[in-house]
């Protein structure tokens, strides 16, 4: 037994049959939903934020969604997705958990929705959508996010394809020249701290620093 795998054996904990039945799913129709590990640390930081508002941009089957809303009872999510289908499962998956009063599914494309449908001080904003969009979701819902908040992005690393030498694909390529390009852009983004995880596919948490103070310091500059 390796560190790795003695790691994962104490994190091994047990799980609800109706979260199994939801990986299963995924697993089966070829839904990408975020990996254990990514989920593990994801509902720690939930935890020691001790966030009650959170913001999800992709929401595919509602898996994330709907572990972090069994963290606790006063936890309320907004998330939006616009995959027709998609939206189907997700209602399902919500309802058959009784979570339509604590996830609020908005059925729309993220970089057209209205940011007034939404609250304005959510704790943590979860992207986890489209790779090659993920500074425009950034740009326009981290204001939503209160000073001190957590902006989390999954998929950082592509499944390890950043790491090729080679990829064929010409739509791939350009893909990982844009996940490249935001986490290159993420790393020196003003008035947020920004720390990258190698957990799971890759995890980014931006803190999102105070804007009274930043407007402070830049006008005594």
């Known amino acids: 037994m390796n560190r790795t795998v003695y790691i994962e054996f104490l ?9 199994i039945a939801l990986e299963n799913y ?20 939930i935890q020691t934020k001790q966030a009650k508002k959170i913001l999800e941009i992709g929401t595919a089957i509602a898996y994330s969604s709907i572990n ?9 999510i907004d ?21 339509e009063d604590r996830i609020r599914l908005f059925e729309q494309d993220a970089l057209e929705l209205d940011v007034k449908r939404l609250s ?7 992207i986890d959508a489209a790779k090659g969009q993920y500074r425009n979701f950034f740009e326009k819902y981290a204001p939503l996010v209160k000073s001190g ?5 999954d998929n950082l690393v592509f499944h390890d394809l950043l790491f090729k030498d080679y990829i064929k694909n010409r739509r791939t390529r350009s893909l990982i020249q844009r996940i490249k390009a935001f986490n290159e852009w ?9 720390y990258f995880f190698n957990i799971g596919d890759g995890i980014a948490v931006s803190i999102k620093g ?11 500059k």
Not at 186 to 194: A, F, M, Q, S, V
């Open 11 to 19: 994190n091994k904990k047990p799980k609800d049959e109706r979260i």
């Open 79 to 99: 998330t939006i997705e616009r995959d027709p289908l998609m939206i189907v499962e997700a209602k399902k998956n919500i309802a058959f958990f009784n979570l």
């Open 186 to 194: 993420l790393k020196g983004i003003d008035g947020y701290e920004t």
């Open 210 to 220: 105070d804007e009274n103070v930043r407007n402070s310091s830049k006008s005594h």
């Open 68 to 76: 972090l809303a069994l963290l606790s009872s006063d936890i309320y």
């Open 26 to 45: 995924a697993k089966e129709h070829n839904v990408a939903i975020i990996e254990e590990e990514g989920l593990d640390f994801l509902k720690m930081l």
């Open 149 to 153: 908040g957590l902006i989390i992005t």
């Open 120 to 126: 304005d001080d959510y704790d943590v904003l979860f």
